[in-house]
């Protein structure tokens, strides 16, 4: 009777830790969900999601498919707008916790996936990815959940438990490619690890095989489409540095706050104290490996492959120039992170080191978050889009530098209508869809509208240099490449008046407007 009681009592501790831990996440992760204006990437999610459903047969999105689908459908449920569009990756965040919490209970115990769903609740980077339309707050869910999958199908050996697994699994390869990388290793390590009968073990290995080279063959054939999704990306090769960024947000979020930009750094006291808790966060990382191996070795094992495997692949692809590696990249690999250091903090002897090592994380999160959800400034895409749209004159002509930032522009220059599905991501001179054919240059009826990529300057002055409009030049200053952008400033103060220069410094946006010298 004793015992009962206990469990009972231990039952619903239990219960209120994770009901706590669950409405801290999705409190942290609908805090300012719409103050931010939609940047570049999430410009793209939206466009393909007010686009026909055949266009992802003819983009980039071809190669992780699944959540610009589901957006599609959302949007086209319940429309488009900073709170609803970012929704559904709240929701996956908040799923996320819940099932990082089985997740850890799973492969270690009760204590460890509490510690776990804790971490992820607030982190700082998934929260941030939690509250953006990409496919990354869906590819961190699905892969909690496809190695969830995975451990209770080899826990119980049973064909119906693998076959929800391989679901999942490929659902999470669907949402990005990458994914591919932990599909392979669970795979690797499949049948050594599991016991089922002869029978059973031949269905499986058909299972396993149809799926493994269907993806692989379709990766490779359209493989231009992943090397243009990384060529968009501009990323830097592999460095120390990099190798430290990736541990220090995936531990604290790094010391900048911004939607894939640098605008805001942090203060120095913020940053001091990221570099601590990447450090802590490192050691119980290490504690937690060696603390594992006595008794979870497979589990530790398991959680060491899922991040380690492709963190190798990555620097490996960077080596032989495939720069491929970035934190948001290996997002998916953060549950295990969490997962190992969680073990480690579980594992402290002392009750007492346990709550201030949890208090250190509490405080961390705490000062992160407060400079994450209050930037000095948040004014970005749907400020500079107001601005323009309340002071342009017919006559004037709008150049977007570099082309690509047409997309976030045009979004709410046209507050979301349908002229929006024929603008394009800016790339290798896509911005709008005339008649079939990509322009980089269009009338809208009332101004002309220029998108100059990022080697584009000369040509664009050789082609222009008679021509004479006001002009708004809207330059996004943080996007890679933007050494040419001087040699067009230097022929805009020979050619023309300058006016005036207004900032929308969240992501980095300046407003320059000029007028003819005539």
Known sequence: MGKEFSKGRGSLKTFLLIS??????????????????????????LQFAVNQISAIFSDHYLTRPLYFIFLQIWTSIFGIGEFVSRLPSVIFGFLSVLFIYYLGKELFEKKTGIIAAFLLAVSYYHIAWSQQARNYSLLVFLCIISSLSYILAVKRGRLFGFCVYFIFAILAVLTSPIAILLFLFQIAILFKITHIGKKS????????TIP??????????????????????????????????????FSSGGGYVAQGATAHQAGSSVVFLSIIIGILFLVFYIYGVFAGFWNKRKSIAYCLGWFW????????????????????YMIFALPAYYLIIARGIAFLSSKAILLIALMGIILSSYFHLSFYYNPPDYSSWREAAAYVEKYIRGSDR???????????????????????????????????LVNGTWRKEFYDGKNLVTGIGLNGVKAFIRENADKKSDLWVIVSRYWPGLGNYRMFAEYLQSNYI?????????????????????
């Open 201 to 208: 073990w031949s269905i499986a290995s058909f299972l396993v």
């Open 20 to 45: 706590l831990i669950l409405f801290l996440a999705l409190f942290l992760r609908l805090h300012t969900l719409s103050q931010k204006s939609f940047w570049y990437d999430e410009a793209c999610s």
């Open 398 to 432: 709008i150049i977007i530098i570099p082309s690509p930032q047409i997309t976030p522009f045009w979004l709410y220059y046209k507050h979301f209508s349908g002229d929006f599905s024929s603008i394009g991501n800016g790339i290798n001179g896509k911005v709008r």
């Open 498 to 518: 300058f006016v005036e220069k207004k900032e929308f410094s969240f992501d980095g946006i300046e407003i320059l407007r000029y007028k003819t010298a005539q």
């Open 212 to 249: 493994v080279f269907a993806l692989i063959f379709l990766l490779y054939r359209f493989r231009n489409y992943v090397f243009e999704d990384l060529h968009a990306a501009g990323l830097p090769g592999v460095s120390i540095s990099r190798i430290w960024e990736l541990f220090n947000v």
């Open 309 to 328: 495997v492709p963190f190798l692949v990555l620097i490996l692809l960077g080596l032989f120039g495939f720069n491929c590696f970035s934190p948001k």
